[in-house]
């Protein structure tokens, strides 16, 4: 069946500190993939997507690259900020028709950085 | 600008009573709409989705509806609340089903006591 999985949290980093947090899948056919970023207290929020092999999104610092190869998505930035502290969600939607539009997300991963 | 509403931000409900919860989104016609529970340490999960109004698919059995009166208007319901029902709630729009980003609101937290 299609799944995220998403590194557990929480994690705690320094300011300027480097952020890696792993997302692999599993999904039949092609599925676009995405990052998104939720702060306490709100909704959730698109980080940054990408819709096909090798693409690479990348949004305020963060990025992505789609790993066909490995299920891979995986989430960087070189330096974070306080302001970054928030949930971040790894998820994926089939980009192949059909009635499979379902949007499914990982756990969730919980980033606090300390100044 | 398309902009999604959800109210109330926040809610205390005794076991046994009914619940509603309303999304409106703003700035689209004939939007996909989506109704989500964060539940914690659970992620989210997809509860009901609806490509038009009166349309509804529910995604798992449980003790919760939706309807949608209004192109625009997204309604959770329950007859009776159970203790298994809190959580935060978040409606989403989309313009498509498949490939789309989902465009959340602000959610609602809900506690049955």
């Known amino acids: 069946g299609n799944s995220v999985t998403q590194m557990e949290g929480p994690v705690t980093l320094s300011e300027e500190a480097f952020l890696t947090i792993n997302c692999t899948y599993t999904?039949?056919?092609?599925?676009?993939l995405f990052w998104y970023v939720q702060y306490p207290g709100e909704g959730l929020q698109l980080l940054l997507k990408?819709?096909?092999?090798?693409d690479k999104g990348s949004n305020k610092g963060f990025e992505a690259t789609y790993r066909k190869e490995t299920t891979s998505f995986h989430l960087e930035k070189g330096s974070v900020q306080v302001s970054d502290s928030a949930v971040y969600f790894c998820?994926?939607?089939?980009?192949?028709?059909?009635?499979?539009?379902?949007?499914?997300f990982g756990k969730g991963t919980l980033l606090t950085v300390n100044p | 600008s398309q902009t999604i509403h959800q109210w109330p931000a926040t809610l205390v409900q005794p076991v046994g009573s009914p619940l509603s919860l309303e999304c409106t989104v703003e700035?689209?016609?004939?939007?996909?709409l989506y109704w989500y529970r964060q539940a914690a340490g659970r992620g989210l999960q997809l509860l009901f989705y609806?490509?038009?109004?009166?349309?509804i698919s529910s995604e798992v059995p449980q003790n919760l509806s939706a309807s949608r009166p209004q192109d625009r208007q997204f309604i959770l319901s329950s007859k009776k609340l159970l203790l298994s029902d809190s959580g935060f709630y978040l409606c989403?729009?989309?313009?498509?089903?498949?490939?789309?980003?989902?465009?959340f609101g602000p959610g609602t937290r809900l506690t049955v006591l």
């Open positions: 989403a729009w989309s313009f498509g089903l498949v490939v789309d980003e989902q465009f």
């Open positions: 999904a039949t056919g092609y599925p676009s």
């Open positions: 990408a819709t096909k092999a090798d």
């Open positions: 998820a994926h939607i089939r980009s192949s028709g059909g009635s499979n539009y379902k949007l499914t």
């Open positions: 700035g689209t016609s004939n939007p996909n």
């Open positions: 609806s490509v038009g109004i009166g349309q």
